[in-house]
């Protein structure tokens, strides 16, 4: 799996590291990146959203089926397949496909944002690898009791290594050692390029040393996904009632903040703000979306193209009858 990732972020680290040495500051370059892939994910959201306008417009007709093969749930499932078949509808279009299409970028854009080392300074794979497999030991040395506790359980995620080079550089003589000539390009990313809006972009969030304003990162990522995902259940409750009810819906809708706020005090502020970009950009995507590529409006465009194909197809046949009458 881990070869996988890697190469999946070969293309991202490359982008991240031009966005970078453009901007010099890696919280802005997360930012510009998120936005970087949701523009890269649009078309597969446009698909997904017609998809789902032409699974509501069938909607009516699949009741007609389950209401006249009730009982039938074999029948059920061989009509509606030939119902798709006959209007060329591909309902992996409104679910799974766009998935599909989005999870390889979503583990690439996790890889590089875990190894800055890597894809942001370009250093040196051996050299971090000598960094990683002597940090555990050096911090199980040290006598920094605020220390141990911001790392916490940390390391049992090796992804979160690199992270935690960049943020205790300067604690360990012997990691500056094994850096060699990188040591002051890591040491000035540390200093500049890794702070962020007041934030150290290594820090971990702890609800067990009490408040701080590292809580904001998991507060605002909460709330973020609250907004986009309300705006979406709403948006849905409009256009599809029935599927608003579905249970599901609502734990998804709430329950993924909840997450979100659980998920901001495990890992590094870095990564939470890439979870709050990604909300934030989610959202107003989300937004856009309801008035460029309205469900209602979708379904409307769709009847007026059947209606249209349907005369062009009796025109047609009416032509043939008259010329073979001749």
Same mark, same amino acid.
């Given at each position: 799996? /881990?070869?996988?990732?890697?190469?999946?972020?070969?293309?991202?680290?490359?982008?991240?590291?031009?966005i970078y040495d453009t901007?010099?500051?890696?919280g802005l370059s997360l930012?510009?990146?998120?936005?970087?892939?949701?523009?890269?994910?649009?078309? #597969?959201?446009?698909?997904?959203?017609?998809?789902?306008?032409? #699974?509501?417009?069938?909607?009516?007709?699949?009741?007609?089926?389950? +209401?006249?093969?009730?009982?039938?749930?074999?029948?059920?499932?061989? %009509?509606?397949?030939?119902?798709? !078949?006959?209007?060329?509808?591909?309902?992996?279009?409104?679910?799974?496909?766009?998935?599909?299409?989005?999870?390889?970028?979503?583990?690439?854009?996790? %890889?590089?944002?875990?190894?800055?080392?890597?894809?942001?300074?370009?250093?040196?794979? +051996?050299?971090?690898?000598?960094?990683?497999?002597?940090?555990?030991?050096?911090?199980?040395?040290?006598?920094?009791?605020?220390?141990?506790?911001?790392?916490?359980?940390?390391?049992?995620?090796?992804?979160?290594? %690199?992270?935690?080079?960049?943020?205790?550089? /300067? /604690?360990?003589?012997?990691?500056?050692?094994?850096?060699?000539?990188?040591?002051?390009?890591?040491?000035?990313?540390?200093?500049?390029?890794?702070?962020?809006?007041?934030? /150290?972009?290594?820090?971990?969030? &702890?609800?067990?040393?009490?408040?701080?304003?590292?809580?904001?990162?998991?507060?605002? #990522?909460?709330?973020?996904?609250?907004? &986009?995902?309300?705006?979406?259940?709403?948006?849905?409750?409009?256009?599809?009632?029935?599927?608003?009810?579905?249970?599901?819906?609502?734990?998804?809708?709430?329950?993924?903040?909840?997450? &979100?706020?659980?998920?901001?005090?495990?890992?590094?502020?870095?990564?939470?703000?890439?979870?709050?970009? #990604?909300?934030?950009?989610?959202?107003?995507?989300?937004?856009?979306?309801?008035?460029?590529?309205?469900?209602?409006?979708?379904?409307?465009?769709?009847?007026?193209?059947?209606?249209? %194909?349907?005369? &062009?197809?009796?025109?047609?046949? !009416?032509?043939?009858?008259?010329?073979? +009458?001749?």
């Amino acid at each position: 799996m /881990d070869y996988i990732n890697h190469l999946l972020g070969i293309p991202f680290g490359f982008i991240l590291k031009l966005i970078y040495d453009t901007v010099n500051n890696y919280g802005l370059s997360l930012i510009l990146f998120t936005l970087f892939a949701r523009l890269i994910m649009v078309p #597969s959201t446009f698909s997904q959203q017609k998809g789902t306008a032409k #699974s509501m417009r069938l909607q009516p007709k699949i009741r007609k089926i389950q +209401a006249m093969y009730k009982g039938d749930n074999r029948r059920i499932q061989e %009509e509606t397949q030939a119902l798709y !078949k006959r209007e060329g509808h591909n309902p992996m279009n409104a679910g799974c496909l766009p998935l599909l299409i989005t999870m390889p970028i979503l583990f690439g854009l996790i %890889e590089v944002i875990y190894k800055p080392l890597t894809y942001a300074l370009d250093i040196n794979p +051996a050299v971090i690898a000598e960094m990683v497999k002597a940090l555990p030991a050096l911090l199980k040395t040290t006598a920094d009791k605020t220390l141990l506790k911001d790392t916490g359980d940390a390391l049992k995620n090796t992804r979160l290594a %690199e992270l935690l080079i960049i943020k205790y550089i /300067d /604690d360990f003589p012997k990691l500056q050692t094994l850096a060699g000539s990188s040591f002051q390009s890591i040491r000035n990313f540390a200093a500049h390029d890794f702070k962020f809006l007041g934030f /150290d972009l290594g820090a971990i969030p &702890s609800y067990k040393t009490g408040f701080s304003k590292l809580w904001a990162i998991p507060i605002v #990522s909460g709330i973020s996904s609250l907004a &986009s995902g309300v705006f979406s259940w709403f948006k849905q409750r409009q256009t599809n009632p029935e599927m608003a009810k579905n249970p599901a819906m609502g734990c998804m809708t709430f329950g993924m903040p909840l997450f &979100s706020v659980y998920l901001g005090f495990q890992f590094p502020v870095g990564i939470g703000i890439y979870w709050i970009a #990604s909300n934030v950009f989610a959202f107003a995507q989300t937004v856009i979306m309801s008035f460029t590529h309205n469900p209602k409006k979708l379904i409307a465009k769709l009847m007026v193209d059947e209606t249209v %194909e349907r005369r &062009s197809k009796e025109a047609n046949l !009416k032509l043939v009858a008259a010329r073979n +009458a001749k």
